[in-house]
């Protein structure tokens, strides 16, 4: 079984008509799913609750509970800069977020299966303040439950950030393995998430970060991907998996300066989807994340459905849908399959060299801890 999170109260989760986080994309992600006919008695889909408060401490302060309470803007919270300004309704719709995330991974402890929110993800939030256009760290949240049941936990993120908050909360823990791969920290946002951060304490060795190379795409994806992840799987031997598919690593997104296709994004969900049934029964938790072009968010997150089900891609967008699309947006919707990404021949040549020099120091850094590579 897979359960799918998504609510119409999700659209509360709005940070204003300027802001790139917009609750549109969900919605509209979900009615793709519908009319594809991905949701039935294989991916039903679930109306989460609000996360209680003793849940959210599982991660955060009692103070920033206070602080995103009050829906006042406190900088030294993180509340009110422009990437995450406070809105009325914040703490009821941060914690729905959060919510749909914790009762995901409670049905997995309970009952073996997958589960999907879409509106989850919020991988920059901190124990004590926001950041990054993430209010509650639902990533998190919901790894702390799954520690209930399972000792080895394995977070991969591939949003086109690097998923700082859930590395930071987990620094010093052996039990969940934190992997992201990321658009350079030299580059971007939060600047963070270089081969040098491999933990601390008990926790050395279990945080691992691929700061992929400006402009990256999908070769060097899958070249990252298959040099680093499959044996990171073998050699934790992960109960269950955590995986955030922000999909903001596309070549069209406003935010980042990556190349990566639909094609790229779906083969690497794909890998993750099998490795996750070879090596942890199938049980994941897949969560959204970042993606700031409305024309490739709903199409990407079907495409995720479709793949938990075992189902192929879908090959085009249902009329009805591409017209509810442009009714909505003004736009065309994106036109499947994707497009081809190439790069000019010493662009490539610098792309190749750092992210080769990345993942040779990577493996190193790792070895000294423990013998993967
Ligand atoms: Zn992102």
């Known amino acids: 079984m897979i359960y799918l999170y998504y609510s119409d109260k999700f659209q509360n989760y709005n940070f204003g008509p300027e802001h790139p986080f917009n609750p549109t994309r969900l919605m509209l992600a979900c009615r793709l799913m519908e009319e594809l006919g991905l949701v039935d008695g294989l991916a039903c889909m679930v109306e989460p609750n609000p996360a209680s408060e003793a849940d959210l401490q599982r991660v955060h302060t009692a103070e920033y509970l206070a602080a995103v309470k009050l829906e006042k803007p406190d900088l030294a919270f993180g509340l009110g800069s422009d990437d995450t300004p406070v ?10 977020i959060a919510g749909a995330s914790i009762d995901a991974a409670r049905r997995i402890v309970r009952e073996d299966c997958s589960a999907f929110n ?3 993800g919020l991988h920059h939030a901190m124990p004590s303040n926001a950041s990054g256009f993430c209010v509650f760290d639902d990533p998190a949240l919901a790894i702390a439950v799954l520690r209930e049941r399972f000792d080895r936990i394995l977070y991969i993120d591939i949003d086109g950030h690097h998923g700082d908050g859930v590395q930071q909360i987990f620094y010093d823990d052996p039990h969940v393995l934190t992997v992201s791969l990321h658009e350079s920290g030299l580059y971007l946002f939060p600047g963070t998430g270089f081969i040098d951060e491999i933990g601390i304490g008990p926790g050395k060795g279990y945080s691992v970060n691929i700061p992929m190379p400006m402009y990256a795409g999908d070769d060097e ?4 991907f298959a040099e680093i992840v499959p044996r990171l799987f073998e050699w934790f031997k992960p109960q269950v998996v955590v995986a955030q598919l922000g999909v903001d690593a596309h070549y069209s997104d406003p935010l980042t300066s990556l190349n990566m296709t639909l ?5 690497l969900v794909r890998r993750i989807i099998d490795l996750t049934g070879l090596h942890s029964e199938g049980r994941l938790l897949a969560l959204g994340g970042g993606g700031y072009n409305m024309e490739v968010v709903p199409v990407a997150w079907a495409s995720v459905l479709s793949l938990m089900r075992g189902d192929a891609l879908p090959e085009y967008l249902p009329p009805y849908w591409a017209e509810f699309f442009m009714n909505l947006t003004d736009r065309e919707p994106l036109a499947l399959p994707d497009i081809e990404m190439k790069v000019g021949k010493e662009t490539q040549k610098r792309i190749t060299l750092e992210l080769a020099a990345t993942l040779k120091g990577l493996k190193e850094k790792i070895n000294e801890i423990h013998r993967v590579f």
């Open 263 to 267: 094609n790229g994004y779906t083969d």
């Open 118 to 120: 879409i509106g989850g």
């Open 87 to 96: 809105f009325p309704g914040i703490y009821d719709a941060s914690r729905l």
């Open 221 to 224: 994806y899958a070249r990252a």
